[in-house]
Structure formats: structure tokens, C-alpha cells
């Protein structure tokens, strides 16, 4: 959920001003967007726009990962050996740690796990920033890297008991990437999902995450790399992706980890064949309009339809609307043949029309509500659409052609200009 919704902000020595937030505006508040339900903050900022606190409900949280800020530094120094840099990097984790304990008790357990993972992290990243300039300036002892990589991966060489793999894999699957651009000088390896294209090193990546980890983390490990660093991105079949599926089988057979990457890879090959041209577009059962009458994609049968995922606590999602789609519509006002379709994936009715109302949107397009898409993020049990469509995070847009086909299902948002040549280019048969 995105705090912009209910958090004010009031300047320090200047006029008093109450704004709704965006992150152009007050650029350092980044790291604290994370709310919960209730939160009621407001963020003092001076007047060079700098956050210095937070007042009002939930305001706690924000002033104990700012108070963490201002305990430690990461700074990053490339003429310090490993371990020096490393020893100050520990004494800026626990400072952090010690800050965020003053705060026990007046912040929830949901907060606690989020500022701690944002210490870890911040160690982590620090870490993997030192490395990646060591290497890259020429610095570094190729083998010291390599020994105290091998030892640090494996949990010889650690931060503390609770400080593992579990808590930032992705950063520690990123080392890999240091250990193999350190070996091989090859810069390819610093961006895992850009090797999808480039085979032998994807493989190359796989097999050195799987001999560089113990049994005990490995399997964890690579299914974490198998989904973050390839299933979200894999638009097409990959021989080398199913030659990882295949090993891993007989490395872990029966294992939970296993069970999890065939899993994620059958859905993923589903997933591709449903968002490819031409893809046969269900009759989704759950879809209302304004009225409460039960429609169907079917009905839109002749027309171009783009589609506009949205949800009321969305401000991404409204902010599109307010302020793109009207000039959208505006240059398409003549084109009988395309329709707008805004997909609603709130179960409550009440605030769908309310967040309509408030945007003025009505007049836009068809407004829709999918009942039990609310659950689009938990990927175990997705509703019809946004399972069918690999909706996993909104705003997001697709387009149907005139026979009611799939034309794209990655379809550009209305603040970007191709799309309008892409419509009108759908609706002439020139897609």
C-alpha cells in the first residue's frame, strides 16, 4: 500500500503548507514508504526539504529507521582490506541494531521485521557496492575474494546467528555474480536476468551458486534464484532454464525446494502461452459493472479493448487516471472502434465507487469490479484474471483485439505516448 494516501507533510521555518507526498518532492523519504493499516502520519520536513521527524499514528516507525540513518554510516573505502572494511560495516550494523531497540515495544512486530531487514540490507548492498568497486578499480586479491566469499557464503564468516541467506537472498545471490566478474573479469555476470539471453552464463551462474553453497542453504538458494532471477523475467521458453530444472531434480529429488521451482516453471510456461498474440481470452465469471450487472469480455466483441488494472488504494494506479487517461481519451474521442475498460480489483464496492467519484473518472470508460482479485499478491491463490493475465502487481494494462484475441499483454500505461500509436495502429489492423 502506498503511504502517499494519508500522509500530510508540514515545513519547518517557512510557510505552513499541508501537500500530498510524492517522492519528487521530498526525495529522501524513499526508504519509509511502508505502511500499516491505520497509520495516520505526518512528515516534518525543512526547508530544503529534508525529513528531520514524523508525528501523529504509526509515526514511530518512521522516526526509528530515521534514528538508525543517523546512528551508522556504510561508507564504502576501497584502499581498506576486506575484513577492515568489513569490521566497519559490522560496528554501523549493530549501531543501527542498538538505535532500533530504543524503540521496542512502540512500534509493531510487523515494523520490527522491516527496519530489521532494512539493516541487514544495508549491509548487504554496502558490502556488494565495496566489492563491486574493488574489482573494478583493480584493487582487489582475486584469491582473498574468492577464500573470503567461499567462507562467507557458507556461514564460517558471519554477521550473526540470525543474519543468513534467509533474510536477503537476493543479495547473496548477487555475490555469486561478484565471485564469477571477479574470476572472469566478464561484467555479463552483474546482471542475472540480462543472462537469459546469453545461455552458457546463465548456466555457468547456476552451477556456481550450486557448488559454492552447503546442502544446508543451497536448495533454498536456488530456488530463490530460480524465481527472482529468472522466472520474473523469462518471456519465452529457455532451453538452458529447463536444462536448471532438470539438474536440480537430480541434485534434490522430492525435496520442497524442488517441488517449488517445477512449480513456478509449469505456471511460468502457462503464463507465456496465455500472454502470447493471439491467446483465446476466457469468459471471466466475476466481473460486475457500476450497476452490479454481471458482464463479460465477450460483450466487447469488434472493438480494440484496453484494459486498465486499478484498485482504490492504488496512487499509482490513480494517478494514472486522474492525470493521463483524460488526455488519452481526449485524443482518441473520435474512435468508435476503441473502448476503455477500468478493472477494478478492490472487493469493496463502497470505496471502488467512492475512489470513481473522487477522480472524476466515470465518464473514461466502463468501470468493472473483479470480485476476488483482491488476493492478486498472494501468488498461492490468485483470482481468475489476475492469474490468467500474470497480474501480480498493478497498475497494469492490456489490450484485446477486435476478434477478442490477445494482442498484448504487457500493454503500455496511459502516461506513455506509444500507446496511443499502438491503439489506433490495433484498431487499423496494422499491430
Not at 559490522?90 to 530489521?116: C, M, N, W
Request: charged fraction near 25%; include cysteine; aromatic fraction near 12%.
Amino acid at each position: 500500500m502506498s503511504l502517499y494516501q494519508f500522509i500530510t507533510v508540514r515545513i519547518i521555518n517557512g510557510k505552513p503548507e499541508v501537500n500530498s507526498v510524492s517522492q519528487k518532492s521530498i526525495p529522501n523519504i524513499g526508504p519509509f514508504l511502508f505502511a500499516e493499516y491505520g497509520d495516520d502520519i505526518t512528515l516534518v520536513v525543512n526547508e530544503e526539504q529534508k525529513l528531520v521527524s514524523a508525528e501523529g499514528r504509526g509515526s514511530e516507525k518512521v522516526n526509528a529507521q530515521l534514528k538508525m540513518e543517523l546512528s551508522a554510516s556504510f561508507k564504502v573505502d576501497t584502499n581498506l582490506s576486506i575484513m577492515e572494511q568489513l569490521n566497519r560495516f559490522r560496528s554501523s550494523f549493530f549501531a543501527q541494531k542498538s538505535a532500533l531497540s530504543e524503540f521496542k515495544g512502540k512500534i509493531s512486530p510487523y515494523a520490527d521485521s522491516v527496519l530489521t531487514a532494512f539493516g541487514q540490507n544495508a549491509y548487504m548492498r554496502s558490502l556488494i557496492n565495496y566489492i563491486y568497486r574493488k574489482v573494478n578499480d583493480g584493487k582487489v586479491n582475486v584469491e582473498e575474494l574468492k577464500n573470503y566469499l567461499d567462507k562467507y557464503l557458507n556461514g564460517t564468516v558471519n554477521l550473526n546467528r540470525r543474519y543468513t541467506f534467509e533474510t536477503a537472498p537476493k543479495q547473496y545471490v548477487d555475490l555469486i555474480g561478484l565471485m564469477l566478474y571477479a574470476e572472469t573479469g566478464n561484467k555479463s555476470y552483474l546482471n542475472v536476468t540480462g543472462l537469459l539471453d546469453r545461455q552458457e552464463l546463465l548456466w555457468t551462474y547456476y552451477q556456481k551458486l550450486k557448488s559454492t553453497y552447503l546442502v544446508k542453504g543451497r536448495d533454498r538458494l536456488i530456488a530463490f534464484f530460480f524465481w527472482y532471477d529468472i522466472m520474473l523475467s523469462m518471456d519465452k521458453a529457455n532451453l538452458v532454464v529447463q536444462r536448471i530444472v532438470e539438474d536440480f531434480s537430480k541434485i534434490s529429488p522430492g525435496s520442497h525446494e524442488y517441488g517449488i521451482v517445477e512449480q513456478q516453471y509449469k505456471e511460468k510456461l502457462a503464463l507465456i502461452a496465455n500472454l502470447s498474440p493471439g491467446s483465446e481470452i476466457p469468459d471471466f465469471v466475476n466481473l460486475k459493472d457500476y450497476n452490479g450487472k454481471k458482464v463479460s469480455l465477450k460483450d466487447l466483441i469488434g472493438k480494440v479493448v484496453y484494459i486498465d488494472f486499478w484498485a482504490y488504494w492504488c496512487s499509482g494506479c490513480r494517478n494514472g487516471i486522474q492525470n493521463y487517461a483524460p488526455k488519452l481519451h481526449e485524443r482518441l474521442k473520435d474512435r468508435r472502434d476503441i473502448v476503455f475498460v477500468y478493472i477494478s480489483v478492490d472487493d469493496n464496492e463502497q470505496k471502488w465507487k467512492a475512489a470513481i467519484e473522487q477522480d472524476k473518472s466515470m465518464n473514461l470508460g466502463l468501470h468493472w469490479i473483479a470480485k476476488g482479485e483482491s488476493r492478486l499478491m498472494a501468488a498461492s491463490n490468485p483470482g481468475p484474471i489476475s492469474k490468467f493475465f500474470n497480474i501480480d502487481v498493478i497498475a497494469r494494462a492490456v489490450i484485446i483485439g477486435k476478434d477478442g484475441k490477445l494482442i498484448n499483454g504487457l500493454a503500455p500505461l496511459a502516461g506513455e505516448e506509444k500507446l496511443y500509436q499502438l491503439l489506433l495502429n490495433t484498431a487499423e489492423g496494422a499491430h
